[in-house]
């Protein structure tokens, strides 16, 4: 099996179906269409999926240029398996919802961490990164 050097080795997912995990967190799904030699991707038919515990949700965004640099992972989907998830899909408003107090969770956990931190006169580590 011959393999292509850097980007040329996606010319052979073109027209498939993949998996894109961007450096935000986002999860994007469609069909790969066009490439570029900076990873540049276009996807058809894409969706964003969002997950929650055990649920998830798509949400339709159509057609989606990511920068090649923004990609964390990419992977090729199984249609096969892809129906056998072990994960109950819910509307778009639920896992919305549900995403939003996921993040309201985590947001109540990080301010009692840092403030066992700074009772214990330790400065707690600030993340700036801004998920969306």
């Known amino acids: 099996m011959n393999y292509l050097p850097g980007t040329a080795s996606l010319i052979e997912e073109i027209d498939k ?4 995990v961007l450096r935000d967190g986002r999860t ?37 240029i990511i920068r090649g640099e923004n990609v964390v992972l990419l992977g090729e989907v ?6 056998k998830l072990p994960l109950k ?23 009692a961490r840092n403030k066992a931190l700074m009772e214990r006169g330790l400065t707690p580590h600030i993340d700036t990164h801004d998920d969306f």
Request: charged share 35%; no cysteine; net charge negative.
């Open 17 to 20: 179906k993949l998996l894109v």
């Open 78 to 83: 199984d249609s096969d398996k892809e129906d």
């Open 89 to 111: 899909e819910v509307s778009i408003d639920e896992i919305l919802e549900a995403q939003r107090i996921e993040q309201l969770q985590k947001q109540d956990k990080e301010k």
């Open 28 to 64: 994007l799904i469609g069909v790969l269409r066009s490439i570029d030699q900076f990873a540049n991707l276009v996807l058809h038919r894409t969706i964003e999926r969002i997950h929650v515990g055990q649920e998830y949700g798509d949400i339709p965004r159509g057609i989606f």
